[in-house]
């Protein structure tokens, strides 16, 4: 299970919406071998006087928080992370403009399709 949030600027996000996502999926499958047919993704366009980001940054400033269940290797998390830098400059964010976090949750804190997601048999491999 990975479940991605994604902030920005209204102006800029909204109009690049599906292209990112599309990035961001395609991130996520090929770093944790996740099936193509589970994606979630939520966006968050804010005004901008609603989002205050660092200097240096521009009007393309994003962020991706990527919540998932824990199991995944550090170096399968780092290909992730630099699978997004290097593909979201295909949308026009910068790797000065992007800022990743992953949080990770054992599976008996995860809920879905009626049960904890302990007690699921999942058709993809978490530990990679």
């Given at each position: 299970?990975?479940?991605?949030?994604?902030?920005?600027?209204?102006?800029?996000?909204?109009?690049?919406?599906?292209?990112?996502?599309?990035?961001?999926?395609?991130?996520?499958?090929?770093?944790?071998?996740?099936?193509?047919?589970?994606?979630?993704?939520?966006?968050?366009?804010?005004?901008?006087?609603?989002?205050?980001?660092?200097?240096?940054?521009?009007?393309?400033?994003t962020i991706i928080e990527l919540s998932m269940i824990e199991g995944r290797s550090v170096t399968a998390k780092k290909q992730l992370i630099k699978l997004l830098f290097e593909r979201s400059l295909s949308v026009g964010i910068t790797a000065q403009d992007l800022e990743i976090t992953i949080f990770e949750n054992p599976k008996h804190n995860w809920g879905f399709r009626g049960l904890p997601g302990d007690e699921h048999e999942l058709n993809y491999k978490i530990e990679v």
């Open positions: 299970m990975v479940q991605v949030k994604i902030y920005g600027i209204r102006d800029y996000l909204n109009p690049i919406k599906q292209q990112l996502s599309d990035v961001i999926h395609s991130c996520v499958m090929d770093a944790l071998q996740f099936p193509a047919n589970k994606r979630s993704h939520r966006f968050f366009p804010l005004d901008k006087s609603d989002f205050y980001y660092p200097a240096g940054r521009t009007e393309c400033y």
